[in-house]
């Protein structure tokens, strides 16, 4: 029995789109599914980061302008032009620019290429194989798609942070995503971000800039990179007003921010079976506080466990990776799951 499509990619992420065009190109039969709505909010949430840093930016340099010009104190200049940040119109311009920007990643597009483009939660994976050729099915809603290969594109999302560990009052919301700002009606006035990343960095900097009081919560500040860029981002953050403490002191009664964000560790966004991963002790010293396994390992073709299953982008690693790197590997995933 042969397979309905050559590849099915369970997407959600940029690299996932990338990932079908590209394989549409090839001449593949190709299908690609997405939870409803998932892409479009990570394209929004990635523009809105970017429009408050270059908000930043551009504030920094009129302080600047203020300095030399005395034409008024730049302490007081930051603080008007706080006042007159359009937060709901910062949130319409990111959803503008995210349906706008990868015009040619569209659903519309990708589907004039032959791309079986599917808006479901991808509900199952089951190995049928009896020989190597037998491929796989995949189930999403009313839909059985049988393939050869299957790449998981699907990117990952914050663990969530138990309240136990941010002495918050129970009738206060815990907001733990990022996207949830993008249901806030103004720029929040406090924030703790949870996260050791670079991403929870350029938040906290982007928010900072603008007025908004953070915290950045962190089990060990930059834990992946050496002690020199640890000591200088530190440095940095600090002398900006960040404040930088450990989860433990976090558990100490303080008052409660506005909002936290988890930009931390994080786990794949979708739940795959488990012929899809290494045998457990393959992640033993990953990561000690984690007893799961926190997220895909794949040898140098990007095959996972399973021979006809592939994966690229966030999921292979703890940290989120540029697009650059993410669509280089969606590149190497496709042509390994097709050739």
Request: with cysteine.
């Amino acid at each position: 029995m042969s397979a309905d499509y050559d590849l099915v990619i369970l997407g959600g992420t940029l690299e996932g789109r990338f990932a079908a065009s590209l394989a549409a190109g090839y001449g593949a039969r190709i299908a690609l599914i997405e939870p409803p709505n998932v892409f479009s909010q990570r394209q929004q949430v990635r523009y809105l980061l970017k429009g408050l840093q270059q908000l930043a930016k551009g504030q920094a340099l009129h302080v600047v302008d203020a300095w030399f010009r005395q034409s008024a104190s730049p302490f007081d200049f930051a603080n008007r032009e706080r006042k007159q940040l359009d937060w709901t119109a910062l949130l319409k311009w990111s959803a503008i620019a995210a349906e706008t920007q990868s015009i040619y990643l569209s659903p519309d597009a990708l589907s004039s290429r032959g791309v079986d483009f599917i808006s479901a939660m991808p509900n199952s994976l089951v190995d049928r194989r009896q020989s190597l050729s037998s491929g796989l099915i995949v189930t999403a809603e009313k839909r059985t798609l049988s393939t050869r290969s299957v790449l998981a594109a699907f990117g990952t999302v914050p663990r969530t942070v138990p309240r136990a560990e941010t002495s918050i009052d129970s009738s206060i919301p815990l907001i733990t995503g990022i996207e949830n700002l993008l249901m806030s009606d103004r720029l929040p006035t406090d924030i703790s971000i949870w996260g050791d990343s670079f991403r929870a960095i350029d938040w906290a900097e982007a928010l900072n800039a603008l007025g908004t009081t953070v915290t950045l919560v962190a089990d060990r500040f930059l834990r992946d990179e050496d002690s020199e860029i640890r000591e200088l981002m530190r440095s940095q953050l600090l002398a900006a007003g960040i404040k930088i403490i450990s989860s433990t002191q976090r558990r100490s009664p303080k008052p409660s921010s506005e909002i936290i964000l988890q930009l931390g560790r994080h786990k794949p966004a979708l739940a795959l079976p488990d012929f899809v991963y290494q045998p457990a002790q393959n992640y033993q010293g990953i990561d000690a506080r984690i007893p799961e396994r926190p997220y895909l390992l794949s040898n140098n073709r990007l095959q996972t466990a399973h021979p006809r299953v592939f994966a690229c982008g966030s999921l292979l690693r703890r940290r989120v990776f540029p697009f650059s790197i993410a669509k280089h590997e969606a590149q190497h995933a496709v042509s390994n799951a097709l050739f």
